[in-house]
């Protein structure tokens, strides 16, 4: 199963609709299909 670490700076971009949100949801739908498996670092995930 492949595995993307997301980082603050995409969760950003998708909610505030900026450059590189459309690549953020594609990766978000793709993974609730069931691959990749999205993963953040607690501490990028304290910044949103």
């Not at 603050?8 to 998708?14: I, R």
């Amino acid at each position: 199963m492949a595995t993307k670490v997301l980082d603050s700076y995409a969760l950003m971009a998708l909610f505030n609709d900026e450059r590189g949100a459309e690549e953020v949801e594609k990766l978000l739908l793709k993974a609730e299909r069931g691959s990749p498996k999205p993963l953040m670092c607690v501490v990028n995930w304290g910044k949103i």
